[in-house]
């Protein structure tokens, strides 16, 4: 088989510089039928599915190559393996979550926060909108208060008819946020409720905002000392909204198990 292979791969890469995909990964899945665990060959044909329309074949490719990695502790090449998935085939959620859930096992925050914003982009339709709400949520457990990622969400709380759990989100963020803030905050709030009092609120911190320094003395005072937010329960109708997170079909062994890392934990490299 090893000389097999070799010709095979040979042929394939002829077949590159040839400029015909197709028939590469022709060659390509020949010899990931003999040898289905194949990393390499794994991370050379998925690119090529991804643009030959095998969108789906090409993630169960860079899934597997990703967990052989994480199983050989090459938790680098693995991140890299899932980076280049979540370019290839960006419409794949389990791409982007795996991608973060690594960097913040290997203690890089803001990479992590960064990947779910990126994701999120990628998840712009609104049959999309159940994996941009769970990329979200998940930014907001990194970075409870940043205002751009809890005004999207709490947009598209309300878009997915979780009203409730769109104005809990605005009050948690108008808690901290600057007056320049609180007219968006309002603005938003308005949108959702059509209420009077949503309306004269929104005016109200438009008033403060556009009034002299002098007349807004004290603001500084009024600044609380807050716990931790906890994200909104999202219940509507009685009832828990479930979680959009889709289970591996095939996981590693615990301790490189992604679906079993939690926020938490670090590992070292």
């Known amino acids: 088989m090893r000389n097999d292979r070799k010709r095979l ?3 394939a890469n002829r077949e590159l510089q040839g400029g015909d995909q197709r028939a590469a990964v022709v060659l390509y ?8 665990r194949n990393v390499a060959v794994a991370l050379r044909a998925a690119p090529l599915l991804a643009r030959t329309s095998g969108q789906f074949e090409a993630w169960q490719l860079f899934r597997m ?7 050989a502790r090459r938790r680098e090449e693995c991140l890299a393996a899932l980076k280049e998935a979540c370019r290839c085939v960006p419409h794949e959620f389990e791409a982007w979550r795996l991608r973060s859930e690594l960097e913040l096992k290997l203690g890089r925050e803001d990479a992590a926060f960064e990947t779910l914003l990126e994701g999120r982009r990628a998840f712009r339709m609104s049959h999309d909108r159940a994996q941009a ?8 457990q990194i970075e409870p208060w940043d205002l ?11 878009r997915t008819d ?7 989100l605005l009050e948690l963020l108008s808690l901290r946020a600057e007056a320049k803030d609180l007219r968006r905050i309002g603005a938003l709030r308005f949108r959702i409720t059509w ?8 005016l109200g911190a438009h008033f403060v905002q556009s009034a002299p320094q ?3 003395g004290g603001e500084e005072s009024l600044e609380l000392e807050l716990l931790d937010p906890v994200l909104p329960a999202a219940v509507e109708g009685g009832r828990a909204r479930p979680d959009p997170t889709l289970p591996l079909v095939e996981t590693v062994s615990p301790d490189d198990d992604p679906d079993t890392w939690r926020s938490d934990e670090r590992i070292s490299n």
């Open 195 to 202: 209420a009077p009092r949503d309306f004269w609120a929104w």
């Open 9 to 11: 791969l040979a042929e």
């Open 65 to 71: 190559a990703s967990q052989e990695l994480m199983r």
């Open 148 to 158: 751009e990622v809890g005004l999207d969400l709490a947009k598209l709380y309300a």
């Open 29 to 36: 899945r020949r010899v990931l039928l003999e040898e289905p």
């Open 214 to 216: 002098s007349l807004r």
């Open 133 to 140: 709400i769970a990329l979200l949520e998940r930014a907001r």
């Open 162 to 168: 979780q009203r409730y759990a769109a104005l809990e």
